[in-house]
């Protein structure tokens, strides 16, 4: 019997996406408890992630209620470490590659992610920063998929797919409702951009990975929607 595993998550949170990806790929089963940010549970700090955020895992320890996480248990946060340590506890799954080489690809692709896309993604989300530098992070993102293969690192899903997906799929909506607090216009511009030959390879990539049976049963795109209508209310003409 595989020990207890339990996700705390928020379903409009691209990080938690990450490792819901991550667990469906891999065939793990858990239990799923979403956490209130409107109303956090006082819990969920002192017993499961002092730092408050989502995602977060417990692992081990006796089956108990998700709101009432075991002492026993061993807590793990942020939802890169996670990755890897799915990866880690399902080794058969593929998340990381066995070979070497493959597996420090995976690592960089990851790395590249989080230093070149999270960042300004959102800061181009929120007016901070230009389309060209976003096209530039895509362009980035772009040089490092392997050319002939379905996924981000060789011919098997990881957690490299896993962790740019929830971005894809954001993108995907900004580029087609033009919803964001930079000037009006600039997410079909980049849409447009992104249509063109220049980005084939990574228009591809992205269609074959948001359209994987496990990113569609994690993903409502009407709620991300919903938040985007509610935060990004001030734009500029």
Known sequence: MSEQLTL??????????KVELALIE???PYSAYQVDFRNKPEWFTSKV???GQVPAVTYGGPNVNP???????TKIAESNVILEFLADLYPDS????KDPVLRAKVRFFINAITRHVEGTYFDFLRGNESLDNALKAIEFIQELLEEGSDFAIGNHYTIADACISPHLARLKIV???DMGNFPVG???K???ELKGPKFAKFKKYAERILDRPSFKKIYDEEIIIGYFKRIFTDRVQ
């Open 8 to 17: 705390y998550f928020h379903k409009i949170s691209p990080f938690s996406q």
């Open 26 to 28: 891999a065939n793990a």
């Open 49 to 51: 992630n002092r730092v």
């Open 67 to 73: 709101d009432d996480p075991s002492p026993l248990s």
């Open 94 to 97: 593929g998340l990381l590659p």
């Open 175 to 177: 580029t087609e409702t």
């Open 186 to 188: 600039t997410g079909y």
């Open 190 to 192: 980049l849409g447009e």
